[in-house]
């Protein structure tokens, strides 16, 4: 293994590989061949303003023993801001059935804003253990209705894996969902290599104590990867009042069968809407809808940028919203520092244990 490194170090081979975690300046890559490389980005990809994500495809010239620097960044298949992450295919929704006790509103809150990424969406629901069956009908009939079909399953009790297991095979999926539902503990279940923090449920974590904090990809036994992104309670509905009901597959349903009388309707009071009325989550959609126009006005208000969604006024006073390319800020770190970090991450030949770069709360948008 050693020799093989040393080899390729002199040759200055060029390798595939895939960007599994991100702090400060430093990237690891887990190359095709199951080796990982700890690498820096060159300063001519900095000129050109080339961003590394976690998720990226990257080719990589190794420089010194287990040292690297990213030569080219691939394609991007997909990206996301928050969290930031590339190539991701999937989001996996985690809520628990209880502990904390499973709400429809919050849980079609999270819903709603893990279809507006239009990443493909799956549903599991943990903690199988702490309801009876009934009431697990309950919910999966209820759900059934709102068009998803959740996987049930218990982390702790090892029930319902397999088919999750099954799901996430082969492909980069970001987990996400509130504090406390069992997201640490089901990658920890699943990479038993790994050591997540896995939080209790208290009363504090329930007002929005973060227990994950930074974006790491962790490698699954059957291939692909994993994402796990830091819980939050809350997730604000930064979307567009007009695509909001295709946000809901119920709804979706109805206006790919018809349309209705105005193009721009919001399906409130309008006249010949067939979006409103019928359906058990039209409420949270109205009540959704009341927030996505709150939102949108109090960021029209704001300055650029200061907002998450930048508006452009067209002709005849038609106003878009397009997503703002670069939201994030980075704190400058002096050289010092940067030197600093990169002695302490050889020491520890693990990103675990550096302090966030930025410690921020992080949701999907
Ligand atoms: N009863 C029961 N408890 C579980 C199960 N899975 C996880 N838990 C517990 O739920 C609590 C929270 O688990 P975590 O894995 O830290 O939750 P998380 O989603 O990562 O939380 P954040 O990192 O705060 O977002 C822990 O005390 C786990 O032991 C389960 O299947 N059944
Ligand atoms: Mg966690
Ligand atoms: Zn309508």
């Known amino acids: 293994m050693e020799d093989s490194l ?33 690498c820096t980005r060159p300063t001519r990809l900095k000129k050109i303003g080339q961003k590394v994500l976690v998720g990226d495809r990257v080719r990589v010239k190794s420089t010194e023993f287990e040292r690297g620097a990213i030569a080219e960044v691939l394609p991007r298949k ?14 996996f929704l985690v809520f628990a059935l209880e502990e904390p006790t499973l709400d429809p509103v919050q849980l079609s809150r999270f819903l709603v804003k893990a279809e507006s990424t239009n ?13 009876t069956y009934k009431k697990r009908e309950w919910w999966g009939e209820k759900i059934n209705n709102w068009g998803y079909n959740p996987i049930f399953f218990s982390v702790i ?65 059957d291939g ?14 930064d979307i567009s009042p007009e695509s909001l009901a295709t946000y809901f597959p119920e709804a979706k349903l109805k206006l790919s069968e018809n349309i209705c009388r ?27 809808l009341d927030e996505a126009i709150a939102n949108e006005q109090k960021l029209a208000k704001m300055p650029d940028e200061e907002s998450n969604l930048k508006y452009k006024v067209k002709e005849a006073g038609k106003r878009y919203v397009e997503p703002k390319l670069e939201t994030k800020k980075y704190r400058r770190i002096s050289r010092r520092s940067k030197h600093q970090k990169l002695h302490t991450m050889y020491e520890n030949q693990s990103l675990n244990n550096i302090e966030d770069e930025d410690g921020l709360r992080e949701d999907f948008s």
Request: charged letters at 20%; aromatic letters at 6%.
């Open 157 to 221: 009790h090892h029930q319902g894996l397999e088919q999750l297991i099954e799901h996430l095979r082969g492909k980069i999926t970001i987990i996400a969902g509130p504090s406390g539902v069992g997201k640490s503990s089901l990658i920890s279940t699943l990479i038993p290599e790994v050591n997540l923090r896995i939080g209790e449920v208290s009363g504090k974590l329930l007002k929005g104590r973060h227990t994950t904090r930074h974006v790491e990809l962790y490698q699954l036994p």
């Open 6 to 38: 040393k080899q390729h170090s002199h040759e200055k081979a060029e390798l595939l590989g895939t960007v599994i975690a991100v702090q400060a300046n430093f990237y690891q890559v887990r190359l095709d061949s199951q080796a990982t490389l700890l």
């Open 119 to 131: 990443l493909n969406l799956c549903l599991g629901l943990n903690k199988i253990d702490l309801i």
């Open 224 to 237: 692909g990867f994993i994402a796990d992104s830091p819980g939050f309670n809350q997730p604000d509905l």
């Open 78 to 91: 997909t990206e996301l801001l928050r969290p930031p992450i590339a190539n991701a295919e999937q989001i």
């Open 262 to 288: 105005f193009s721009d309707c919001l399906h409130r009071d309008e006249p010949e809407c067939l979006v409103r009325g019928n359906w058990e989550r039209y409420e949270y959609y109205l009540k959704f």
